[in-house]
Structure formats: C-alpha cells, structure tokens
C-alpha cells in the first residue's frame, strides 16, 4: 500500500475557511497510532509538472493562479481562497496522483491513498471553483491515459457532485465518470439525464441522492448501479475521489451516512478494481470538514484499501 502525504500541504492557508489545514493535521494525528498506516509505504515525489497539469487545465488558469499567488494571494473565486504558496502546494498534490498512477501502473504496489489538499474534483478546465485549484483526480486520469491506458474509472463519492471532473471527460468514452452524491446541492450538476455527449455518451453515469434517502437504500442504490456501470466501462485502473462530507456529522454536507457506510463504499470500489484492473486502484482525499470525523473515516477507507 502506498500512502502519500507531505506536511507543505498545510502551507495552503486558508484562514477560517472550512478546507483549513486543521483536517489533514487531524487525519494525520489519528493515522499516527493506525497499523496500517504505519506499514504503508510513504514514496518521495515531485510537484506536478507544467505538462502534466497542462492535459487537464488550460494555461490561462495556471498564469491565473501563479499571478495571484505571487501578489499575496487572496480569492481565486468566492469560495476558494489562494494563499502565497497555494499553488506549490497545488502542485505537489497533484503530482501525488501522477506519481501513486505512475507506481501502480509500473506494479510496485496494486493501491495508494493520497492525503493531499488542496482538494480537485470542481476544478475545471479553464477555471478555479469550489475549493478546488487543480483537478487532481482528473490529472491522475490523463496520466494513465499518457502511460498507456485505454480506459479508466473514476468513483466519485463526495457529498458534492464532482462538476469539474465530469465536464473535463464529459465526451471522452476512454474515462468512465461515476458519482453518488446529494441532490439538489452545490454545484447544481450531476442529473441522473447528464450521460455525456459525442463518443462520451454513456461514459457517465450520476446517482444524485435527496437528502433523508435511507441508508440502506442509498447502499442498495450505490450497488446496483457501480457494478453495472463497472461492467460497460470494463476499467484498467480504478481512481477514486474520496470525500467523507457526506458523513451525517457534517457541518456542509451530509447524507446521513455514519462511519461504517465507508466500509462498504471502500470494500466496493476494490471489488471492482480486482474484478477489472488487476486491483489496481488511487484513491485521493476530496471533502470532508469536521476534522475529528474525517479522521476517523479516512482510517476506516486506509483499512480497508490494504490488500490482506
């Protein structure tokens, strides 16, 4: 098992905001006595490249951020704040993914998690939004693509609909996109009718779930429909974006979900990566705002992530 984590990710300051550096200090802080955290291997790697962040987001973006990083910083869009150093930060996340893809693709393990922030899935093509600076799950994807790939699988569970992510592949049939998350909600995307387009069509696949939905259907919903959509993509490499506010102790999103629902979210995705990809699976942090929560959630998805 890989885990990826760097303490310059808490250099992206944030202030007040809920993505501070104060979750992944908590995650951390908590994996600090977790056996399988204290196996996993802990790889050096480098930022992401110019290159690679440049399959994903246009160049405009990148001078955008880098512009307003070095005169302070300040807001990139109301909700997403840049410090001086946000976008070496940035960087160095999505070069985890890169380099976890690289890894796992090269056989020198089958799994990684990446601990990083800040966190991607909003973040478009041409344009900051939610939080989200790079697309890091999106990035990961193109670099398997650039690896030798011909279809990938990305799982996107957050509270919140991966928008970002689904418009960034939304015509390319080799990246299947899967999301569960609340609906009506923030960003306002992810119908069930939003299947993609051109030779994308039937590339993405959205489960939006209404507030008070039943655990036990929510489960039952997520089954069905992952293992369906798994078989028509048929994937090589599994990639997950692993948002945790849809925990019920959320204080920004919340589904009603407990910490147990991530056993079976995390025992599912590495069912269908041992059934298509060779077990081959990255999994990324996303969401996830009550600190104490996120921690114990992200030990839980670790756990269960290791191949026994």
């Known amino acids: 098992m890989l885990l990826y984590y760097d303490p310059r990710f808490l250099d992206h ?9 104060q979750r992944l200090r908590e995650v ?13 291997q802990r790889p050096v790697w480098q930022p992401a490249t110019d290159e690679q962040l440049n399959r994903v987001h246009a160049e405009l973006v ?28 940035a960087r160095l996340a999505a070069g985890a993914l890169c380099d976890a893809v690289g890894r796992v693709l090269a056989g020198e393990d089958q799994r990684a998690l990446c601990l990083v922030r800040p966190p991607g899935h909003h973040a ?3 344009r900051v939004m939610g939080f989200c600076l790079f697309n890091n799950i999106a990035v990961a994807a193109e670099a398997a693509l650039a690896g030798g790939l011909e279809r990938v699988m990305i799982i996107d569970w957050d509270v919140h609909h991966g928008n970002g992510t689904q418009a960034i592949f939304y015509d390319d049939p080799r990246v299947g996109f899967f999301s569960v998350h609340r609906w009506p909600f923030y960003p ?7 299947t993609g387009i051109g030779d994308g069509l039937g590339a993405t696949r959205n489960l939006p779930v209404k507030f008070g939905t039943s655990r036990d ?11 369906d959509f798994a078989d028509r993509i048929k994937p090589q490499l599994v990639l997950v974006s692993a948002g945790f506010d849809g925990h019920r102790e959320d204080p920004i999103g919340s589904l009603g979900l407990e910490t147990e629902d991530f056993v079976w979210l995390t025992q599912a995705t590495t069912q269908i990566a041992d059934s298509y990809s060779d077990g081959r699976l990255v999994s990324t942090l996303e969401g996830g705002y009550n600190p104490p929560i996120l921690a114990e959630c992200v030990a839980t998805h670790l756990k269960h992530l290791r191949i026994n």
């Open 188 to 194: 306002g995307t992810g119908d069930v009718d939003e």
């Open 62 to 89: 990148l001078r955008f951020l880098q512009d307003l990083a070095d005169s302070g910083g300040g807001h990139a869009d109301p909700d997403t704040v840049v410090s001086p150093v946000s976008v070496d930060v």
């Open 124 to 126: 478009l093509a041409d």
């Open 217 to 227: 259907d929510y489960r039952a919903l997520v089954l069905r429909e992952l293992e």
């Open 13 to 21: 300051e944030t202030g007040s905001h809920p993505e501070c550096a």
């Open 28 to 40: 951390i802080g908590h994996l600090d006595t977790e056996q399988s955290a204290l196996d996993a």
